[in-house]
């Protein structure tokens, strides 16, 4: 059920990403940074389940508790630390609003 739950809330992201980038910038642009961010999670649940690995059993520690859910949530909380920098629109020094 915890993998069901993080799965979903990343494509929330994706289509978070998607809609945000299409209003701010452009439809190409929008594609780009959801297929940066499709790439993220690909690279990143295979590292993070080869990680988890060394730790937890193929089986897991219990039915809730499954290898997947562990890497899938060690792969969000990197994600959300990672992506609070590289979205995060902050304005240059002695910017102005027009």
């Given amino acids: 059920m915890i993998e069901v739950i993080l799965f979903y809330a990343h494509a929330v992201f994706f289509a978070y990403i998607f809609a945000r980038n299409y209003v701010e910038d452009k439809l190409v642009s929008a594609i780009l940074s959801t297929i ?16 988890i690995g060394f730790f937890i059993p193929d089986a897991g520690l219990t039915r809730i508790l499954t290898k997947a859910a562990f890497s899938l949530g060690l792969l969000t909380t990197l994600e959300v630390i ?16 027009v």
């Fill in 82 to 97: 990672f992506y609070k920098f590289y979205f995060s629109k902050s304005k240059p020094l002695g910017a102005v609003n």
């Fill in 36 to 51: 940066f961010v499709i790439i993220i999670f690909s690279v990143g649940w295979t590292f993070s389940a080869f990680v």
